[in-house]
């Protein structure tokens, strides 16, 4: 079945109303409704009633629910989060991404600010809690299992990844020989030239509590910096991935690695052989060029073993590779390798205060060009929602890093659905800002 055939892929976009600050009450909020006129799709509508030259603006029907500022996490969980539990159980990946200025609630929505009161958990824990739920009942009823949850966290800056598990070590984002993207950590030479490339950490948890202990630690390292709105931004994209693992796979990925650090030793033997093996073939002329050197036979038994140990070496890794599709696939619980993917963005950048003046004045020149790049993932992004949920046959990934490293969450070999919540401020102050977030969420919402 060609993609042209395919039902079109779910992505639902929500809005969600932050509670004013009490300055802002002060300061006076914006006019806002909502309307929905018997569709299954709703319209927001928004208005600063400041100046005589103020519009009100309505977007198109594009949003599932908007949730207002009385709705907690809890409410905003059984809305988005419980519904697409039974697809994460059958080993299917769930994306949620959180779109929206600085200072309007993205954190607080998905990773939370109280990790202590249920209906306060940001939606990766609330959905952890439910994830090991469903896991300690499946125990129950049918025994055996095993199962964890497997988390990353890592922030995306520019090219590279910072890796939340392992002290935020730098991380390179590259294209592996398979076209998968792949996030390169630290490199370690092990005895007898072996190379390891570590992957970004993925944390094996075997209860909530200890995945609960190890979030709220390693939520301590995100970076911040001075946004244009508020000073304790976050400044990167953060990524969550939860995995739900048992520990064959987890011993298949780590013997993967082992049989990859193996085969670098080897393949390098094998390459400068033969570069050996050609430069004793050929003689420097007086004149600067080369010509073949009648006096030398290549040693080709040498060559054809150093060949023969990579492919060697190179059939180990394919084994490896095949086992760990192996145990996916032969898992007795189709839940193996279910993913929930939680992308908290970094706040959009938005350049103009209410009077049109730049806002930008407490940014340092590397916050400003971070701001710049922060801005065009967010466009590519926006662009691969569209192209995704329309089954477009080319979705544009290599636009940014941010769209490079979500691919694998969007093309897998199972169905995957995706969300996104606009978090939106009723300030008047920062209506410019909420208008684009507004803009942003109904021109992907309406795309479906
Ligand atoms: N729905 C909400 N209910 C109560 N408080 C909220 C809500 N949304 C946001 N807040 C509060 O507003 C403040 C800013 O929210 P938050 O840090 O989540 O913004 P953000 O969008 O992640 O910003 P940035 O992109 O700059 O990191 C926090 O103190 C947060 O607790």
Redesign the pocket.
Known sequence: MSRRDRTPNLMNVYA????P?PSEAVAGEIDRGTSADGRPLVSVSVHRKDSASDRPWSSPAAFKTI?T?E???AAVYRAIIAPVIPNVLRGETCSFF?Y????????????G?DFEHTERLGLCLAATRQLFKELDALQQREGGHGFGVGLSLYELRKNSAFDLLNGRTECHIREGYDGKMHIRGQTEVLEGGKVRVQPIVQRPCWTYESLHQELQHSLGRRS?GS?T??D????THAVLELELINRPLVEARQALIDRQSELVPVGKRATDISIEEQSNMVLRTAEGGWEPNPAYRPNQARIDEAVASKAEYEARVTAAEEHVAGVLESNSHTCLGGKMVFV????AEYQRDKSGQPQTAKQTPQERQEGRQINTDLLALKEVIRAWSTNQPRIPFRSSPLTMVLREHFVGPKNATSAMIV?VSPAKAQYPATLNSLKYGSLVGAER
């Open positions: 969600r109303w932050r509670p600050t949730f500022p709705d907690d996490n959180a929206g200025h600085s200072g309007s609630g993205k954190t607080h929505t998905i990773m600010y911040v946004s709105v508020h304790q931004s976050s400044r908290d963005l970094a706040g978090t």
